[in-house]
């Protein structure tokens, strides 16, 4: 089991950017983040196999979001360009990886989640 700190999010403007940070105490296969707006169900937003490199995006955010990785610091970004307002939503970072046959954006797959950051875009 893995700690996980995130940092950033807010209250930006429609076509804004934000990032978020994440760092976790120790090793995990994979990092990512999932977002959860009032009403809704969770959503996986991207996600990086952490030995990999390998990467993956919601299609509501592909072109728009990046996930990168700083191995040194044990820290997983999400870059947030071109926002919407349908991306507010509480952000979640999340980690370690479940028995099961999960895809790698499935919210299921993490055993670890961090306490979240909302993120807000106006109109």
């Known amino acids: 089991q893995v700690q996980l700190v995130e940092s950033g999010g807010g209250s930006v403007q429609a076509g804004g950017s934000l990032r978020l940070s994440c760092t976790a105490s120790?090793?995990?296969?994979?990092m990512g983040w999932v977002r959860q707006a009032p009403g809704k169900e969770r959503e996986g937003v991207a996600t990086?196999?952490?030995?990999?490199?390998?990467?993956f995006y919601a299609d509501s955010v592909k072109g728009r979001f990046a996930i990168s990785q700083d191995n040194a610091r044990k820290t997983v970004y999400l870059q947030m360009n071109s926002l919407k307002p349908e991306d507010t939503a509480m952000y979640y970072c999340?980690?370690?990886?479940?028995?099961?046959?999960?895809?790698?954006?499935?919210?299921?797959?993490?055993?670890?989640w961090g306490q979240g950051t909302q993120v807000t875009v106006s109109s």
């Open positions: 999340a980690a370690g990886l479940r028995p099961g046959a999960y895809n790698a954006l499935d919210p299921r797959r993490y055993s670890d």
């Open positions: 120790g090793y995990t296969f994979n």
């Open positions: 990086v196999y952490i030995d990999y490199g390998s990467t």
